[in-house]
């Protein structure tokens, strides 16, 4: 059975306080509880217009970030001719949808920033949602059961976008290319990266609306790297590649005490693995041939855990035990000069309620390697999608929809709460820009990202292979035992999941172009 990234996903629970909306509590929060947020159906709805005015800076994020930033109350964080919820015929979807029900089923740890949106979209549309959130560490068991019994109770559901193959492989998923073409969803205002490998499903058509848009980065301490360098820190050239990287993080060991000169995620399972996918995607490994038999036991892998080897020498003790949580309270308290980590560490960092390094901090390109690539890791991440069993299928998928709006979505950012935008014209807003620190190198290292395929077993082999890099980072093994354990692994999963025999759950040529999206395109650096 697939473990569940309880960890990863949990990483937003710590963030309560600093929620998106804020408005909407949760109470009673539990495997199988409902959140109730049905409401009786007024005689005659609010006017749309008075709706979506208050859909601003002004009621959605924190006070003391608006002052932070001398943010109007109505501060375009993004551009409302591609904000769905401004564009959409709402008059429309009363007249199909008034009086419907949604059931909606997500993971705890994204509960909170789904519950603000309910009441407006419930006012606009005429629907009632019922939330069904669920704790990390059990949804992945629970949706599969429901789904097997072939009567899920729930329309709609959201979770870890590696899963996305479980899912839609058995055919428990609705396809949405009908509904996205009626309600002119704007799909390809998202980043190829998101749109391909969050929405998109094994060549098949769209399966899913992407949710928390993820990308791994790397962030420095000015202040220390001056110390070091001499000089200012400059995003695209004071560190070229990762040889650069280790230099640089030796000397940076030694600048304060009890700081590190770089810290980075190694523990057990998917930790490890995200870091490894992180170093060998700018090695330029294959995790597969077109055969589907795993391949990265290649000198681009070993070199991978070869740097993060040389790497951890410059690193916490006890970074191989490291996760999210551990990585963040390290980074966020001053502890470390550099960080390999999501793009929230960038923006975290920033808000003076969370951290302690306000001021101090710069997002910076992706180091390069020799005879790499450049290829920024589009890693985790998540993803909304509607049941194939769902009884208002449509009206589940317009409240995803809103869900993931691009206001909505900016203003998770302003927030600084983890939920992270895949809008272009989101990251691409000078206004966004100001509230977050990464966005401008998180958006242009998007047209060259890179990203594992959603197969059916894939988080079962990524935390498999971790498990074994764990071994070498902890010097129990070689990296090329390592490896060459983590593909024994990773054949005897997608053997188990049909890749061998007969017609394979996806076909390679529909999702190889979706692994690098940068492949034949000049990089930024």
Not at 435 to 456: F, G, H, I, M, N
Request: with cysteine; aromatic share 12%.
């Amino acid at each position: 059975m697939l473990h569940k990234p309880s960890g990863r996903l949990s990483r937003r629970s710590l963030l309560k306080s600093t929620a998106a909306f804020g408005a909407a509590g949760l109470v009673g929060v539990g495997g199988v509880s409902l959140f109730n947020v049905r409401r009786s159906l007024a005689a005659e709805l609010p006017d749309p217009a008075s709706v979506l005015a208050r859909i601003n800076v002004g009621n959605y994020v924190k006070k003391d970030y608006r002052d932070l930033y001398k943010l109007a109350d109505d501060e375009q964080l993004w551009d409302p001719a591609k904000d769905w919820i401004r564009t959409v015929d709402w008059e429309q979807v009363r007249k199909e949808f008034a009086g419907k029900t949604v059931k909606f089923a997500i993971g705890a740890a994204d509960a909170e920033s789904a519950a603000d949106g309910l009441k407006p979209f419930q006012e606009l549309s005429g629907m009632t949602v019922e939330l069904v959130p669920i704790p990390d560490d059990s949804l992945y068991d629970k949706v599969v059961a429901e789904f097997i019994s072939g009567n899920a109770s729930f329309d709609a559901l959201q979770f870890f976008s590696p899963w996305l193959g479980d899912f839609a492989a058995p055919g428990f998923l609705a396809k949405l290319d009908d509904y996205a073409a009626k309600w002119k969803l704007p799909i390809d205002d998202f980043y190829d990266t998101y749109k391909l490998n969050y929405g998109m499903w094994g060549g098949k058509g769209l399966y899913g609306i992407p949710f928390d848009c993820d990308i791994q980065q790397i962030h420095v301490r000015a202040k220390y790297f001056k110390e070091v360098t001499g000089g200012d820190v400059d995003a695209k050239s004071t560190i070229k590649t990762y040889d650069d990287l280790i230099r640089f993080s030796a000397e940076l060991n030694k600048t304060d005490k009890g700081v590190a000169g770089v810290g980075f995620m190694a523990a057990r399972g998917f930790w490890s693995t995200y870091t490894w996918e992180h170093l060998a995607a700018q090695f330029g490994v294959d995790l597969f041939n077109d055969k589907w038999e795993p391949v990265f036991n290649s000198d681009a892998g070993v070199k991978a855990i070869e740097t993060i080897l040389a790497l951890q020498k410059n690193a916490p003790a006890g970074v191989a035990g490291w996760g999210w949580g551990e990585n963040r309270a390290a980074w966020l308290g001053g502890q470390l000069a550099s960080n390999i980590s999501w793009q929230d560490s960038g923006t975290q960092a920033t808000r003076p309620d969370q951290s302690k390094i306000v001021g101090d901090v710069i997002t910076i390109y992706e180091p390069r390697v020799d005879g790499g690539r450049f290829a920024p890791p589009n890693i985790a991440g998540s993803t909304s999608v509607v049941t194939a069993s769902s009884k208002n299928p449509e009206g589940a998928f317009l409240m995803l929809a809103f869900l993931t709006t691009a206001s909505i979505m900016a203003m998770n950012e302003a927030n600084a709460n983890g939920v992270a935008p895949g809008y272009r014209s989101v990251l691409t807003n000078p206004n966004l820009r100001k509230v977050s620190q990464p966005a401008e190198v998180w958006s242009t290292e998007l047209d060259y990202a890179w990203c594992a395929p959603r197969l059916p077993g894939m988080f079962e082999m990524e935390q498999a292979l971790g498990n074994e890099i764990n071994k070498a980072v902890v010097g129990q093994s070689t990296p090329k035992e390592a490896l060459d354990a983590g593909v024994k692994a990773w054949r005897e999963i997608m053997d188990k999941n049909g890749f061998y025999s007969g017609t394979p759950p996806m076909d390679f040529a529909a999702v190889a172009d979706a692994t690098w999206v940068g492949k034949g395109k000049t990089p930024p650096v």
